[in-house]
């Protein structure tokens, strides 16, 4: 069974948004295009209180995009983005949604940040997506969204260590540095991570 993972279609990391991410946009219509594909699509939101300790803005003399240490963790210091309820949290209006079966919301602990779709950036709680992919037989994962270089970096990550087939789409994935995204392309590559094009489903 094959299951299709949409990482953070939301606003906020949309033109416009706090967090644009350089052709973030241009993924909704692939992304559109492939869910017929799979057996099983399901997404990802940022989902953040607004104290949340990522935001540089909860900071006291700290910069937009400054490495940090909260309580000992290695912390990015991020705009202000994703906060819940707000239209920046929203997916937007140009995904279709139709098969969208379940949202795994993540992020909501306000001192601890949470890219991939499994668990938080300490490994202390689950979102419940890895048990509920193996529940329904999804074996072969494919992964699209936002960012490449964060979310569907670490979501990937774990997917491995799960135990699941990973494939990336790669023209469905925007990254906020493209030159990082290539390196971790190289070690995903390695690791048995296949990288495909929207195209390969036609
Ligand atoms: C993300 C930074 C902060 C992402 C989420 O979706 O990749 N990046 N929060
Ligand atoms: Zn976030």
Known sequence: MKALIIVDI??????????????????????NRIQGYFDLVVATQDWHP?????FAVNH???KLFERTYIEGFEQVLWPAH???????????????????????RKGT??????YSAFYDNRKRRSTGLSGFLKHKNASELFFVGIA????????????LEEGFSVSVIEDAVASIDAASF???????VDSGVKFLRSDDFL
């Open 148 to 159: 490449g270089d964060y979310c569907v970096n670490y979501s990937v990550r774990d997917a």
């Open 82 to 104: 994703c906060v819940q309820g707000t239209s920046g949290s929203d997916f937007s209006s140009q995904l279709d949604q139709s098969r969208v079966e379940v949202v795994f």
């Open 182 to 188: 290539l390196a971790i392309k190289m070690d995903l």
């Open 50 to 54: 607004k104290e949340h300790a990522s």
């Open 60 to 62: 006291t003399n700290k």
């Open 109 to 114: 602990d306000r001192l601890i940040d949470s």
């Open 10 to 31: 939301q606003n906020d990391f949309l033109a416009g948004g706090p967090l644009a991410v350089k052709g973030g946009n241009e993924l909704i219509p692939v992304i």
